[in-house]
């Protein structure tokens, strides 16, 4: 199974700032790999696939980088309604298709 | 625009079996895979497996065969079956679709969600 471990855990950042968040696979799973955005109370939303796409209406602020076994989202300037948790998954190789642990982006 | 809605009880006891249903709108039940996802409250997600209209399925190992996916192209529907339940399967429950006509293609969109608690 490829465990996909996600970091930080947590951080906190102001509006305006720029995000980083990283998600390492333990296996290498080429480009096959997703980011979600949960809001609380909410179900995930498909940001990114394949890496580096962004998901239909999903705003340029954001973007997917990587391939292999180490992969990058960014947010370029957090607006107020990016403060959620953030989820990378990959079907690089399956099964299981798996979830990393989460990111959250709290303000500070 | 295609939407997803689960349903199904919220509370199921020990030991029993946990069925739920999520209703497809806006595209044809028979074009796509379908999966179904879960949350413990606090905690990441859980992919427990897919089902296509022919019947092919595949499901996460690590729940020992307890889950079973079913579809119903006369209601446009699909359908979990979760076995010998414990606490442990408390969760979230979310129904999804798998983009691009894989079985693997990427969760989008997704049910808003149910919240099913095992509790005697």
């Known amino acids: 199974e490829v465990v996909l471990t996600q970091s930080p855990a947590t951080v906190s950042l102001s509006p305006g700032e720029r995000a980083t968040l990283s998600c390492r696979a333990s296996q290498n799973i080429a480009y096959y790999l997703a980011w979600y955005q949960q809001k609380p109370g909410q179900a995930p939303k498909l940001l990114i696939y394949d890496a580096s796409n962004r998901a239909t209406g999903i705003p340029a602020r954001f973007s997917g980088s990587g391939f292999g076994t180490d992969f990058t989202l960014i947010i370029s300037s957090l607006e107020p309604e990016d403060f959620a948790i953030y989820y990378c998954q990959q079907r690089g190789q399956w099964p299981p298709l798996t979830f990393g642990g989460g990111t959250k982006v709290e303000i500070k | 625009q295609v939407q997803l809605q689960e349903s199904g009880p919220g509370l199921v006891k020990p030991s029993e079996t946990l069925s739920l249903t999520c209703t497809v709108s806006g595209a044809s039940i028979t074009d796509y895979y379908w999966s179904w996802i879960r949350q413990p409250p606090g905690k990441g997600l859980e992919w427990i497996g897919y089902?296509?209209?022919?019947?092919?399925?595949n499901y996460n190992p690590s729940l020992n065969r307890r889950a079973s996916i079913s579809v119903d192209t006369s209601k446009n529907q699909f359908s979990l079956k979760l076995i010998s339940v414990t606490a442990a399967d408390t969760a979230v429950y979310y129904c999804?679709?798998?983009?691009?006509?894989?079985?693997?293609?990427?969760?989008?969109?997704w049910g808003l969600g149910t919240l099913v608690t095992v509790s005697s």
């Open positions: 999804a679709r798998a983009s691009g006509g894989s079985p693997d293609g990427w969760f989008d969109p």
């Open positions: 089902a296509f209209f022919s019947g092919a399925t």
